[in-house]
């Protein structure tokens, strides 16, 4: 397969200024004719050509002009048309089938109902057309279909007009006023009903906001509909963002390759991200609806009405619009939990990424297939660059640079240089070393020393940004970073300062607020890298206890675990380790100052993911490999000395927890300390962890608690597990997004005997390859633990390769996202890598690969 470059970028030579779509609509068959109205682009260099994007399909017919015409030829998958004039219109017909298409991509079956997904490249499954984002078309839309098959039909825009065809047939038409990229086109038919709520915007449009699901599901969208009016004043009031249409329709459906689509006025959503309630979703749950429907419907500024030039610019409007919807949750739920958990994601999925052989920066420059590149790279470290330029700026002042983004490009398809230029000249900001950000991959490394001079305090910052596949070599980069110098022995904290780091080394000079200084740096996580200080333990014991920045606090506890782990697992002596943690644990516990939400983050360990990154690479030499096994038996150890060393405050602990009632503000933090209190004591204290679960599990009014203690039991050998999997399962049969929890749990479990219970349930009956969401609730879970995936035989890896090989012929996105995990070989101590690298090998050796595939395979074997 090709390799598309950015710099090749050239504007089309054909504007589509509007595009009228006929469907006649079939399960099995759907016959469309899109007539498209097309004129020369004088921007771009002239062509007596138009090349129309397809991908397995064929033209049925082709007029120009109102005449059939058969001179166009095929050019691979693109129709390729002779057009001599300015202007014309051209008509093609084509035929597909949507039963047949597993990939999820364009048109297709789910449950009996019609859908779309056109981003990136889905549009050309359905008709011939310019599938690139910067030609932006009006839309006309006519749909008919069976009515009772289909009996709503929807579309972008607003519905112009309806009607009966009188032989069981009806149609509908549609209109998009906005001019939009074909990735935003989408269509729905199906059997469906809505939960329905009317917004009223600030300058006084109201808005038909719409909840589109199947009728036993009805029931649990209140929570989706309610984060939809809470994102469009939000967005209003922070952005300045006013919603466009009069219509907002969201449409769940169960197969799905991500989680939503923002098209224009007609968001496609997984269902995992619209039904909740508190009998079937957990907390968590909750916040990734409310995120998520915030996030679509933020897009409909930041990617509808400002789209992407190209596909190298996708950051442009995925980077800013998480930015846009973690800055929503954290005004919705609390600044500090949701900064740490931001974080957490960032090092669980995008560290490793940055670290491995799939690193990329967040604008990348080239690419063999678009969809690998939805990445945490582009999506989540594309929000903290993002959001260091709102650090350095201030939010009054990154609001005027967004003020003017969204003035100056309103209607274009821009780029990433636009909005750094927009920011710099509305925030007042020079950003021309920043644009480094966008250009150079991997995560910088920033070392931190002092020295105390009379009254005040040298801080010597240097940085080192690691050499990426095809970057060598680094510039510095700009690296905002707030800190303040506490004083250990006065036990009082510092006034806050932001450096900014912008050479290797730099020295920045600050006054002493009293004797024994501890530094506390990268507060809020100004930055997105990796801070390298040799701290006493002492230090961070202080730090932990005392930081008046939340997010500090947290860091320091993660340090002092992970300087510990990372010792253990290496086999070195970390006298004092075990013992400084379980102090600053109790410390944690007894504090009256935390709310639980905050306890329950900092009682959380540094996952095993997280410390596999902080051994690979680290040792006296900087050559040491990560051994999984000898991590996970390390953290096991640590839990179990907190589990015994903390018995009594975690007992009491869960008792004034559990007398906290599911709706009372303080419900979801006491949920949170519950579950982790069970995990100390699985790892403490088996049998009596067990008894707690059990009896968690059955007097538990909702979710959270429920697979709180289910996961705890799970990875128990106990009576009790058997039991409470059989009945979480008879409970919930039927409802998928259940009983995908139940197929995660045990897939992702400490059991000894993971690998095979994953066999197993491979082969259960409601297991199928062909529900994205069913797969990633087996597979990704197990990819994702450690114990299964990193057996020392390389079962696991043998599992996931067959998985990708059995996968890729019938959803290849879906099945290249899994060639990651295995991508980490380099990292880790010989003899894994050797079977991860022959399963790689295997995979590679495949015929016929998918491009999806064939490309996450060879950049790992590179
Ligand atoms: N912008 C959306 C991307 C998306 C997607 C991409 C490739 C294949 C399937 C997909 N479904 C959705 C999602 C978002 O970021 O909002
Ligand atoms: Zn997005």
Known sequence: ??????????????????????????????????????????????????????????????????????????????????????????????????????????????????????????????????????????????????????????????????????????????????????????????????????????????????????????????????????????????????????????????????????????????????????????????????????????????????????????????????????????????????????????????????????????????????????????????????????????????????????????????????????????????????????????????????????????ITLSQQVPATPGQAKKQPMVIPLRLAVHSKANETTGTEHIAVLTEAEQVFEYPLTGPDPVISINRGFTAPVIVERELARDDLVFLAAHDDDPFARYEALQELAVDHLVAAASGETSEGGEAALVEAFRAILADGTLDDAMRGELMMLPSETYLFEAMAGSGATGTRKADPGAIHAARERLKAAIGSGCAEELDALYDRAEEVAFDDPAGRGARKVKAQVLVYAAASDPAKAAEMAARQYDRADNMTDRQGALMVLAGLEAPEREERLADFYDRYRGNDLVIDKWFTLQALSLHPQVIAQVEALAQHRDFTIRNPNRVRSLYMAFAGNPQGFHAQDGAGYRMIADLILKLDPINPQTAARFVSPLGRWRRIEPKRAALMKAELERIAEADNLSRDTYEQVSRSLD
Request: glycine share 8%.
């Open 1 to 458: 397969p090709p390799v598309i470059h950015r710099e090749d970028y050239r504007p089309f030579p054909w504007r589509v200024p509007t595009t009228d779509l006929a469907f006649e609509l079939g399960i099995e068959k759907t016959r469309i004719t899109a007539t498209l109205a097309v004129e020369r682009n004088p921007d771009a260099e002239p062509s007596d050509r138009l090349r129309l994007n397809g991908d397995g399909i064929t033209a049925q017919s082709v007029t120009v002009d109102g005449e059939a015409v058969n001179d166009w030829e095929m050019d691979g998958p693109d129709l390729v048309l002779p057009l001599a004039g300015d202007a014309h219109t051209v008509e093609i017909v084509t035929e597909i089938d949507p039963s047949a298409n597993t990939q999820l991509m364009g048109l297709y079956a789910s449950n009996g109902m019609l859908c779309t997904q056109c981003e990136a490249e889905g549009f050309r499954r359905i008709t011939f057309f310019p599938d690139r984002p910067d030609v932006l078309s009006t839309y006309r839309v006519r749909m008919s279909g069976p009515k009772e098959q289909f009996p709503i039909l929807l579309c972008n825009g607003n519905r112009a007009a309806e009607g009966e065809n009188g032989d069981g047939t009806h149609w509908a038409e549609w209109h998009d006023p906005w001019p939009k990229p074909s990735y935003l086109f989408a269509l729905v038919a199906g059997d469906l009903v809505a939960n329905s709520g009317d917004f009223t915007t600030v300058s006084g449009r109201r808005v038909e906001c719409n909840i589109w699901v199947r009728r036993e599901d009805l029931a649990r969208t209140d929570h989706a509909l309610e984060s939809l009016h809470r994102s469009m004043r939000w967005d209003e009031e922070t952005f300045g963002r006013e919603y466009d249409l009069d219509l907002y329709n969201i449409v769940a459906v169960s197969d799905f390759n991500m989680g939503a689509m923002e098209n224009k006025g007609l968001n496609v959503f997984n269902t995992k991200y619209v039904l909740a309630d508190k009998d079937t979703a957990t907390d968590g749950d909750f916040d990734a609806v409310e995120g998520v429907i915030a996030h679509e419907y933020f897009h409909n500024w930041s990617g509808n009405r400002i789209t992407c030039r190209d596909w190298f610019q996708l950051s442009l409007k995925e980077g800013f619009t998480v930015l846009r919807d973690q800055l929503f949750s954290q005004d919705m739920r609390g600044e500090a939990v949701k900064r740490i958990e931001d974080v957490r994601i960032l090092r669980a999925a995008q560290f490793p990424e940055d670290a491995g052989p799939l690193a990329h920066p967040i604008r990348p420059d080239s690419y063999r297939e678009i969809s690998n590149f939805y990445t945490a790279t582009v999506y989540n470290k594309g929000a903290e660059v993002i959001r260091m330029m709102r650090s350095m700026a201030g939010e009054e002042r990154f609001r005027k640079g967004t003020d003017l983004y969204f003035e100056r490009h309103d209607g274009e398809a821009a780029t990433c240089e636009d909005f750094v230029r927009a920011i710099e000249d509305g925030a007042g900001l020079d950003l021309t070393q920043f644009r480094l950000w966008y250009s150079q991959a991997g995560t910088p490394r920033v070392r931190v020393s002092h020295e105390v001079a009379g009254d005040g305090i040298r």
